[in-house]
Protein backbone atom coordinates (compact mmCIF):
# COMPACT_ATOMS: atom_id res chain seq x y z
CA UNK A 1 0.00 0.00 0.00
CA UNK A 2 1.44 3.51 -1.35
CA UNK A 3 1.23 6.30 0.70
CA UNK A 4 0.47 8.72 -2.49
CA UNK A 5 -2.32 7.20 -4.59
CA UNK A 6 -2.53 7.00 -8.46
CA UNK A 7 -4.49 5.36 -10.80
CA UNK A 8 -2.89 2.03 -12.04
CA UNK A 9 -3.49 2.70 -15.70
CA UNK A 10 -4.29 5.17 -18.17
CA UNK A 11 -4.36 5.14 -21.82
CA UNK A 12 -5.10 7.19 -25.15
CA UNK A 13 -4.17 8.27 -28.49
CA UNK A 14 -0.75 9.35 -29.94
CA UNK A 15 -1.38 12.67 -30.23
CA UNK A 16 -4.08 13.32 -27.46
CA UNK A 17 -3.54 14.95 -23.88
CA UNK A 18 -3.42 12.56 -20.83
CA UNK A 19 -3.12 12.92 -17.36
CA UNK A 20 -2.30 11.46 -14.46
CA UNK A 21 -3.49 12.20 -10.73
CA UNK A 22 -1.73 11.80 -7.23
CA UNK A 23 -3.45 11.58 -4.36
CA UNK A 24 -2.01 12.28 -0.42
CA UNK A 25 -2.39 14.28 2.51
CA UNK A 26 -1.63 16.94 4.61
CA UNK A 27 1.73 15.35 6.10
CA UNK A 28 3.44 14.87 2.49
CA UNK A 29 1.77 16.86 -0.96
CA UNK A 30 0.22 19.35 1.24
CA UNK A 31 3.28 20.91 2.86
CA UNK A 32 5.93 19.71 0.36
CA UNK A 33 7.38 19.97 -3.35
CA UNK A 34 5.90 17.17 -5.27
CA UNK A 35 8.21 15.13 -8.30
CA UNK A 36 7.42 12.80 -11.08
CA UNK A 37 9.52 10.47 -12.48
CA UNK A 38 9.39 8.49 -16.11
CA UNK A 39 10.13 4.99 -16.25
CA UNK A 40 10.69 3.55 -19.58
CA UNK A 41 10.65 -0.02 -19.90
CA UNK A 42 13.91 -2.10 -18.46
CA UNK A 43 15.26 1.49 -17.59
CA UNK A 44 15.89 3.46 -13.88
CA UNK A 45 13.79 6.39 -13.40
CA UNK A 46 13.84 9.56 -14.82
CA UNK A 47 13.64 13.18 -13.01
CA UNK A 48 10.59 14.65 -15.14
CA UNK A 49 9.71 17.43 -12.92
CA UNK A 50 10.23 18.66 -9.46
CA UNK A 51 8.94 21.17 -7.11
CA UNK A 52 5.15 20.55 -8.30
CA UNK A 53 5.81 22.12 -11.93
CA UNK A 54 9.52 22.92 -12.85
CA UNK A 55 11.11 20.81 -15.94
CA UNK A 56 14.84 19.88 -16.13
CA UNK A 57 16.80 20.53 -18.89
CA UNK A 58 15.97 18.73 -22.01
CA UNK A 59 12.53 17.62 -20.87
CA UNK A 60 10.07 18.69 -22.93
CA UNK A 61 7.11 21.45 -22.39
CA UNK A 62 4.87 18.73 -23.17
CA UNK A 63 5.22 17.46 -19.94
CA UNK A 64 4.17 19.90 -17.41
CA UNK A 65 2.76 19.41 -13.36
CA UNK A 66 0.56 21.19 -11.13
CA UNK A 67 -0.53 21.01 -7.85
CA UNK A 68 -3.42 21.74 -5.38
CA UNK A 69 -4.00 21.34 -2.19
CA UNK A 70 -3.51 17.48 -1.08
CA UNK A 71 -3.42 16.35 -4.73
CA UNK A 72 -0.86 16.67 -7.71
CA UNK A 73 -1.31 15.94 -11.42
CA UNK A 74 1.02 15.32 -14.41
CA UNK A 75 -0.38 16.55 -17.86
CA UNK A 76 1.59 15.16 -21.07
CA UNK A 77 0.46 16.55 -24.30
CA UNK A 78 1.01 15.67 -28.50
CA UNK A 79 1.29 11.87 -26.58
CA UNK A 80 4.29 9.39 -28.48
CA UNK A 81 4.82 6.11 -28.54
CA UNK A 82 8.12 6.45 -26.67
CA UNK A 83 6.00 8.14 -24.07
CA UNK A 84 4.90 4.36 -22.85
CA UNK A 85 6.20 3.98 -19.79
CA UNK A 86 5.41 4.12 -15.72
CA UNK A 87 5.37 7.45 -13.87
CA UNK A 88 5.78 7.47 -10.05
CA UNK A 89 4.77 10.68 -8.39
CA UNK A 90 7.18 11.44 -4.97
CA UNK A 91 7.25 13.80 -1.96
CA UNK A 92 8.61 14.59 1.09
CA UNK A 93 6.42 12.86 4.12
CA UNK A 94 6.85 14.59 7.68
CA UNK A 95 4.51 12.97 9.88
CA UNK A 96 4.68 13.21 13.28
CA UNK A 97 6.38 9.66 13.93
CA UNK A 98 8.75 9.97 11.01
CA UNK A 99 9.73 11.83 7.93
CA UNK A 100 10.64 9.86 4.92
CA UNK A 101 10.60 10.01 0.72
CA UNK A 102 7.22 8.16 -0.26
CA UNK A 103 6.48 7.51 -3.65
CA UNK A 104 3.01 6.91 -5.76
CA UNK A 105 2.16 2.81 -6.67
CA UNK A 106 3.30 4.15 -9.97
CA UNK A 107 0.69 4.55 -13.31
CA UNK A 108 0.81 2.74 -16.35
CA UNK A 109 0.76 4.91 -19.59
CA UNK A 110 -0.59 3.00 -22.82
CA UNK A 111 -0.60 4.94 -25.97
CA UNK A 112 -2.82 3.07 -28.15
CA UNK B 1 27.97 14.89 -16.57
CA UNK B 2 27.50 13.60 -13.09
CA UNK B 3 27.01 9.75 -13.14
CA UNK B 4 26.44 6.90 -10.49
CA UNK B 5 26.78 3.33 -10.55
CA UNK B 6 26.20 0.60 -8.13
CA UNK B 7 28.32 -2.55 -7.33
CA UNK B 8 27.88 -5.73 -5.13
CA UNK B 9 26.94 -9.07 -5.06
CA UNK B 10 23.96 -9.97 -6.84
CA UNK B 11 22.88 -12.88 -4.91
CA UNK B 12 22.80 -12.81 -0.95
CA UNK B 13 21.40 -15.56 0.93
CA UNK B 14 19.06 -14.65 3.91
CA UNK B 15 19.31 -13.79 7.22
CA UNK B 16 23.09 -12.26 5.85
CA UNK B 17 23.65 -8.37 5.01
CA UNK B 18 23.40 -7.12 2.09
CA UNK B 19 26.21 -4.53 0.90
CA UNK B 20 26.10 -2.38 -2.06
CA UNK B 21 28.58 0.36 -3.03
CA UNK B 22 27.61 3.51 -5.15
CA UNK B 23 30.41 4.97 -6.89
CA UNK B 24 30.20 8.99 -8.28
CA UNK B 25 32.05 10.24 -10.82
CA UNK B 26 31.89 13.73 -13.10
CA UNK B 27 31.77 15.27 -9.46
CA UNK B 28 32.41 15.55 -5.86
CA UNK B 29 30.13 13.78 -3.26
CA UNK B 30 31.47 16.18 -1.05
CA UNK B 31 29.40 18.68 -3.03
CA UNK B 32 26.88 20.87 -0.45
CA UNK B 33 23.53 21.01 -0.09
CA UNK B 34 22.88 17.59 -1.85
CA UNK B 35 21.41 14.18 -0.18
CA UNK B 36 22.89 11.07 -1.67
CA UNK B 37 20.18 7.94 -1.39
CA UNK B 38 19.04 4.41 -1.98
CA UNK B 39 15.97 3.67 -3.76
CA UNK B 40 14.82 -0.08 -4.37
CA UNK B 41 12.12 -1.48 -6.91
CA UNK B 42 11.36 -5.44 -6.47
CA UNK B 43 10.77 -7.33 -9.69
CA UNK B 44 6.95 -5.36 -10.78
CA UNK B 45 6.35 -3.71 -8.42
CA UNK B 46 7.02 -0.12 -7.96
CA UNK B 47 9.57 2.25 -5.95
CA UNK B 48 10.53 2.19 -2.44
CA UNK B 49 12.90 5.10 -0.68
CA UNK B 50 15.36 3.38 1.53
CA UNK B 51 17.51 6.14 2.95
CA UNK B 52 19.23 9.06 2.52
CA UNK B 53 22.50 10.81 3.80
CA UNK B 54 23.53 14.33 3.62
CA UNK B 55 27.27 16.09 2.37
CA UNK B 56 27.64 16.26 6.25
CA UNK B 57 26.83 13.09 7.07
CA UNK B 58 23.24 13.09 8.94
CA UNK B 59 21.15 10.37 7.70
CA UNK B 60 17.68 9.73 6.91
CA UNK B 61 15.84 6.03 7.08
CA UNK B 62 12.88 4.83 5.64
CA UNK B 63 10.86 3.83 9.07
CA UNK B 64 10.15 0.46 8.12
CA UNK B 65 13.95 -0.57 7.09
CA UNK B 66 15.15 1.67 9.69
CA UNK B 67 16.90 -0.70 12.16
CA UNK B 68 18.61 -2.89 9.60
CA UNK B 69 19.83 -0.11 7.36
CA UNK B 70 23.04 1.34 7.27
CA UNK B 71 24.16 4.10 4.68
CA UNK B 72 27.74 6.00 5.31
CA UNK B 73 29.78 7.80 2.10
CA UNK B 74 33.71 7.44 1.97
CA UNK B 75 35.11 11.03 0.37
CA UNK B 76 38.10 9.67 0.07
CA UNK B 77 36.74 7.06 -2.64
CA UNK B 78 33.68 9.23 -3.74
CA UNK B 79 31.52 6.41 -2.86
CA UNK B 80 28.58 5.59 -0.14
CA UNK B 81 27.14 2.22 0.84
CA UNK B 82 24.46 0.59 1.92
CA UNK B 83 24.27 -2.05 3.99
CA UNK B 84 21.13 -3.84 5.06
CA UNK B 85 20.80 -6.82 7.27
CA UNK B 86 19.28 -10.01 8.01
CA UNK B 87 17.44 -10.06 4.49
CA UNK B 88 14.64 -12.62 3.45
CA UNK B 89 13.49 -12.54 -0.36
CA UNK B 90 11.16 -9.67 0.56
CA UNK B 91 13.95 -7.72 0.32
CA UNK B 92 14.67 -9.23 -3.59
CA UNK B 93 14.80 -6.17 -5.71
CA UNK B 94 17.07 -3.80 -7.81
CA UNK B 95 18.78 -1.00 -5.63
CA UNK B 96 19.34 2.44 -7.61
CA UNK B 97 21.56 4.70 -5.86
CA UNK B 98 20.81 8.25 -6.41
CA UNK B 99 21.69 11.97 -5.37
CA UNK B 100 18.71 13.83 -4.73
CA UNK B 101 18.43 17.97 -4.85
CA UNK B 102 16.64 18.68 -1.45
CA UNK B 103 15.08 15.63 0.77
CA UNK B 104 12.83 14.81 -1.22
CA UNK B 105 13.76 14.67 -5.05
CA UNK B 106 16.10 12.26 -6.73
CA UNK B 107 17.41 14.11 -9.61
CA UNK B 108 20.34 11.76 -10.98
CA UNK B 109 19.90 7.64 -10.82
CA UNK B 110 22.15 4.88 -10.95
CA UNK B 111 21.39 2.45 -13.73
CA UNK B 112 20.51 0.01 -10.65
CA UNK B 113 21.73 -3.78 -9.66
CA UNK B 114 19.98 -6.95 -9.14
CA UNK B 115 20.14 -8.60 -5.91
CA UNK B 116 18.28 -11.70 -5.28
CA UNK B 117 18.05 -13.06 -1.32
CA UNK B 118 18.04 -16.83 -1.75
CA UNK B 119 19.69 -19.36 -0.74
Known amino acids: QSVLTQPPSVSAAPGQKVTISCSGSSSNIGNNYVSWYQQLPGTAPKLLIY???KRPSGIPDRFSGSKSGTSATLGITGLQTGDEADYYCGTWDSSLSAESVVFGGGTKLTVL | QLQLQESGPGLVKPSETLSLTCTVSGGSISSSSYYWGWIRQPPGKGLEWIGSIYYSGSTYYNPSLKSRVTISVDTSKNQFSLKLSSVTAADTAVYYC???????????WGQGTMVTVSS
Open chain 2, 98 to 108: ARLIGAGTIRI
Open chain 1, 51 to 53: ENN
